[in-house]
């Protein structure tokens, strides 16, 4: 496909980006500590980091991995906790050291945890004291060396982070009992490395960041191969997109998504990082009112989340009453936004919602919207620079303009392709060498694409394709409606009939009166048979409706 997109491009945004910068991430963290030193770099529950004290406790922990624990160069080191002081010096330390970062999801049961270390060979571990009982269950499976346990308070110097711990432990009770033998605590780590030297390890593109393991909700959970080079890239890619717009030095960041998430890893962490940004880390984003206390902390520039995020945030009264005066950009990804959402957004912040499209396989970014936008546009931007897009028919054929078709991808920050699973790698990946997303888009005359839907999510009613995308942002546009999610469930006469999961802002509103408004604004396939109503809808860790658990629910009318 011919890059069209490129004429859309905002001024200042180049066509392709310099490869050739940074050698590795490592290269990057070094520039930036050196280039912005004293400046904050993360702040969690009130506690400051600066780049130069990151540099240092970094380097202590990539020390101790190295001079204590002896690991080679592309040893595996997981990381289990949520948005803690603890993490950016754990991962930086760990890619000093030469090591590949394993980030794991801190809410995995026993079984999921068991495989993914499993799968990806961890030689050691960073755990939060509260997931540790998980770990014990399944520690005598694995063939883990070391592991390093953390608290919540662990960083935040005394007399905070004592108190914060006792809290936690003895009043709240939210760390079950556990019992590892021989871990190690984390400050422990430190002072142990703060024993040895750090041996410059000298990385390039073609070695291995992350194994960065997709959520399993469509199965088994599979390692995608992101090396230094894909994340530099994407960084680079980002970095061109966003630097018209923001100030070196001058950025304060809003990280509410967990760091161990590819999105927040490379959009905040990462990017806002090689930019000299504050990173507000959020530990626990799903008390809200909590979170909305916490924003009202701080003059924010910058903040990344999924549309439930930002619908949890708009229905809080008090986020309205917050200083949006320094104010600049929010960028939605991970699911699609809602038009209803967007507009209210807008109303409140003054400043559009901007989507964004990724996969966890492409490290993430794939396309944004422009920073110049005045309004919500439906779509997932334009192809970020040096990246190739092609949408292909099931037979794998590019399709004519405006046509609807899979999305493909090829580009710097597509990964090498997913650990030790060489036929699924074979799957995913075209003869000429582009991504198959499995996402189902069209791209207009101007480059912009729109998203219609999961191939795997589409509805099949009668022969016609529904995308629950479009039914769910008719019913979100309804006043009386919080959440929504649409799945297809069998039926008799149409072979799939479109069934709604609701949780409701008014308690009186009914089902019937959902149907009609669907009516109004919905050709009759696509009209909802069924709608249930429910207190929360399941949601992965970051917030994404898991419409497959929704999917498998037994139908009732509502």
């Known amino acids: 496909m011919d890059k069209i997109w490129l004429k859309s491009y905002p001024p200042g945004v180049p066509a392709e980006v310099d490869m050739g910068e940074f050698a590795s991430l490592v290269d990057l963290f070094e520039q930036g500590v050196r280039k912005y030193g004293a400046r904050t770099a993360y702040i969690n529950m009130g506690k400051s980091l600066s780049y130069e004290e990151l540099d240092r406790l970094s380097a202590r922990f990539a020390a101790y991995l190295q001079g204590e624990l002896k690991l080679a160069r592309g040893t595996r080191v997981a990381l289990m906790m949520p948005n803690l002081l603890q993490y950016p010096i754990a991962m930086f330390g760990a890619l000093r050291a030469g090591c590949t970062v394993v980030n794991v999801n801190p809410l995995y049961t026993a079984r999921e945890l068991e495989h993914q270390l499993r799968d990806s060979g961890a030689e050691a571990i960073v755990i939060l004291e ?56 984390f400050s ?132 309205a009453k917050l200083d949006f005066s320094g104010f600049k950009l929010a960028l939605g990804g991970g699911m699609a936004v809602q038009q209803a959402v967007a507009e209210k957004w807008h109303k409140v912040t003054g400043k559009v919602l901007l989507e964004a499209y990724g996969l966890t396989e492409t490290s993430p970014a794939v396309s944004i919207n422009p920073l110049d936008l005045t309004e919500f546009n439906h779509s997932i931007g334009l192809p970020v620079p040096s990246t190739e897009i092609s949408i292909r028919d099931d037979d ?51 480059g912009f694409i729109r998203l219609v839907d999961r191939k795997k999510d589409m509805i099949l009613v009668s ?91 037994p139908v009732h009318a509502g």
């Open 463 to 553: 022969g016609f394709n529904v995308y629950p995308n479009e039914v769910e942002d008719v019913v979100a546009s309804h006043p009386g409606v919080l959440e929504v999610a649409a799945v297809g469930v069998p039926d008799e006469r149409s072979g799939e009939a479109v069934k709604i999961f609701v949780v409701r802002k008014d308690p009186a509103l009914s089902a019937e009166a959902i149907i009609a408004h669907c009516r109004e604004n919905l050709t009759g396939y696509k009209v909802p048979h069924h709608v249930e109503f429910r207190d929360e809808l399941p949601k992965t860790n970051v917030g994404k409706i898991l419409r497959r658990a929704l999917r498998d629910a």
């Open 188 to 319: 422990g780590a430190l002072e142990r490395g703060a024993a040895h030297t750090l041996q410059r390890v000298v990385l390039n593109h073609e070695d291995i960041a992350y194994l960065q393991y997709t959520g399993g909700t469509t199965g088994t959970a599979k390692g995608a191969v992101l090396t230094h080079g894909n994340i530099v890239g994407n960084l680079q890619q980002a970095h061109a997109w966003i630097g018209p717009y923001v100030e070196e030095g001058g950025e304060v960041i809003i990280t509410a998504l967990p760091l161990y998430h590819i999105f927040s890893l490379t959009a905040n962490c990462l990017t806002f990082f090689k930019l000299g940004a504050t990173n507000v880390l959020i530990t626990n984003p799903r008390d809200v009112p909590g979170f909305v206390k916490e924003l009202g902390k701080y003059r924010f520039t910058v903040i990344t989340g999924v549309n439930t995020l930002f619908n949890a945030l708009l229905n809080n009264p008090d986020f």
């Open 130 to 185: 509260n997931f540790a009982h998980t770990l014990q269950h399944v520690l005598p499976k694995l063939a883990l060396r070391t592991v390093v346990v953390t608290s919540l308070g662990e960083m935040l110097g005394f007399p905070k982070g004592a108190l914060v711990n006792f809290v936690v432990r003895r009043v709240r009770k939210m760390v079950p009992a556990w019992s590892i033998p021989g871990h190690v605590r």
């Open 396 to 446: 794998g054929n590019e399709v004519a303009r405006g046509q609807r078709g899979e999305l493909c991808v090829r580009g710097p920050q597509v990964m090498r392709g997913y650990w030790n699973r060489p036929d699924d790698t074979a799957r995913v990946f075209t003869a000429d060498g582009f991504l198959r997303t499995g996402d189902i888009a069209v791209v207009d005359e101007r």
